[in-house]
Structure formats: C-alpha cells, structure tokens
C-alpha cells in the first residue's frame, strides 16, 4: 500500500515558467515532509522540506505547500531552468519514529529551451 | 558538508554469492539508512540504524541483513544473491534528534547486478 503518491511519472515545463510538482498521502501520522531532486548516477539531493505545523515554506526558486485537510503537499519552481532537470522524490516522516522516511516513487522533470 | 562514501559505484556479482556493501559518513550522524531504488518504486527501506549495534527492518528486509559495529560505517549484506536482488542502492544518515527536523543525507549510490 502506497503511502506516498506522486501520481505524475513524468512532467515537461518551458525555461521560465513554473514547475509544480504534486504529492499526496494517505496517513495522518506525518509529520515532517521532504522534497529531493535526484540527478541519473547520483543519490538524492535534499531540496526543501517543511513541517507539518506550517502550510508554506519558501527557499529561493523553491517553495512547498502544505494541505493536511486534502493529505496533499507541492513543489513549485519559478522560474524553472534547464538545470532543475531530474527526478523528484517527496518522502514523509512518521510521527513517533526514529526519522524513519516513506518515499513517493518520484516524477521526472524536463525543462525545455 | 555531510559525507555520506559508498565503497563501489558498480558491482557485478553472481546469483548465490555473499555480497557486501559499504557505506561511511563522516557528520558522526546517529542514524543509518538503507535504501532499493528500483524504476517505478522509488526508494523503499531495508534496513536502520539508529545507534551502533543496533538495527531494525524496514518495508523490505527479506534476503537481507546490516552491520553497525562503529558509528560510521553501516554494511548491507546479501546473504545469499539472487537476481530479483539487482538494483541501485542508496545509504543516507541523519541526525539523531527529531526536534532538529534534519534530512537524510544520501551517497551515490551502487548499481548491482547479480548474474
């Protein structure tokens, strides 16, 4: 049973506008989530992550969005470049665990000239 | 900046075989991960660590044990490989304290393929 989705396998997105990437989960009990950006050879790189007493949490290009009513957070990138080009990775902490993290199973996004 | 080292990039290895892989960070982190990274899955857990000899399973344990015998160093082993065992795996660390709300930290992973 998939606790974190990301519905999106794939999305492509032009240089310069905004990326949104969607998540969503199905138990309450998070806490804390994350965002990774994952380049092909390499591990995952954190990117943004944000409590889950805040709605909004912003670091330059990178902002994240937090819903708990709807169970559903995302990544907006503005404006988006060529470099932003990966795999994204939301993952989620459970309450009560030692930083245990449950992982969606990623989208890839192309920015495009 | 944290460093998390995996000891091989590649490995080939055959089915049957005891495989050991390695992984080192150096931010005397308390907690040790190991992760599958399969096309469609994302990455799913195997094994943690949250202190030295201790250990716990995570979502896919089965044909699978780890070492912590120095806070360091976490080591996955496959006992036995089988070929539903190739996959890119990850190690990542992380902090102790889950007040401080630290991410995990990942290495480069190793790309194995048992034959």
């Known amino acids: 049973d998939q606790q974190v989705k990301q519905n999106s396998p794939s999305l492509s997105v032009q240089e310069g506008r905004i990326s949104i990437l969607n998540c969503d989960y199905t138990?309450?009990?998070?806490?804390?989530f994350l965002w990774y950006k994952k380049y092909p050879a390499e591990g995952p790189t954190f990117l943004i992550s944000i409590s889950s007493i805040k709605d909004k949490n912003e670091d330059g290009r990178f902002t994240v969005f937090l819903n708990k009513s709807a169970k559903h957070l995302s990544l907006h990138i503005v404006p988006s470049q060529p470099g932003d080009s990966a795999v994204y990775f939301c993952a989620a902490r459970w309450t009560g665990t030692a930083s245990k993290l449950t992982f969606g199973t990623g989208t890839r996004l192309q920015v495009t000239l | 900046d944290v460093k998390v080292t995996q000891s091989s990039r590649y490995l080939v290895k055959r089915t049957g075989e005891k495989v050991f892989l390695e992984c080192v960070q150096d931010?005397?982190?308390?907690?040790m991960f190991w992760y599958r990274q399969d096309p469609g899955l994302g990455l799913r857990l195997i094994y943690f660590?949250?202190?030295?000899?201790?250990?716990e399973k995570g979502d896919i344990p089965e044909g699978y044990s780890v070492s912590r015998e120095k806070k360091e160093r976490f080591s996955l082993i496959l006992e036995s490989a089988s070929t539903n065992q190739t996959s890119m795996y990850l190690c990542?660390?992380?902090?102790?304290?889950?007040?401080?709300?630290?991410?995990?930290?990942f290495g480069d992973g190793t790309r194995l393929s048992i034959l």
């Open positions: 990542a660390s992380s902090q102790g304290d889950r007040a401080l709300n630290q991410p995990q930290h």
């Open positions: 931010m005397d982190h308390e907690n």
């Open positions: 660590s949250y202190d030295v000899k201790m250990k």
């Open positions: 138990n309450s009990m998070f806490d804390y």
